[in-house]
């Protein structure tokens, strides 16, 4: 199985800034596509930043220029670095990763973290 880590969330002010970690472990053979995705109350799940399987990098217009999204392949870890933030970046983050299980089965699943909240104050 694999198993999502995620880290970083917290309580911040406005302006501030936050680096939320994931870190993906066990039957892992390589990772295709990774993002970042957020979910404010009463609000549908976003994409917030995503890198596709061909290093491809998009973010939501509401965020860029504020947040990078990177991955350390080595690490297995996925990284969303949040500058000048803004109350309404308030929201559950969740990460996404996916990846190939096995060498020898092309497949590829996903996966999604448990989440990690995120809180700017005015």
């Known amino acids: 199985q694999v198993q999502l880590v995620e880290s970083g969330g917290g309580l911040v002010q406005t302006g501030g800034s936050l680096r939320l970690s994931c870190v993906a472990s066990?039957?892992?053979?390589?990772?295709?596509?990774v993002g970042w995705y957020r979910q404010a109350p009463g609000k549908e799940r976003e994409s917030v930043a995503v890198?596709?399987?061909?290093?491809?990098?998009n973010y939501a217009d509401s965020v860029k220029g504020r947040f990078t999204i990177s991955r350390d392949n080595a690490k297995n870890t996925v990284y969303l670095q949040m500058n000048s933030l803004k109350p309404e970046d308030t929201a559950v983050y969740y990460c996404?990763?996916?990846?190939?299980?096995?060498?020898?089965?092309?497949?590829?699943?996903?996966?999604w973290g448990p989440g990690t909240q995120v809180t700017v104050s005015s």
């Open positions: 996404n990763v996916q990846l190939r299980r096995f060498q020898l089965n092309p497949r590829v699943f996903s996966y």
């Open positions: 066990g039957e892992i053979f390589s990772i295709t596509g």
């Open positions: 890198i596709d399987r061909s290093d491809t990098t």
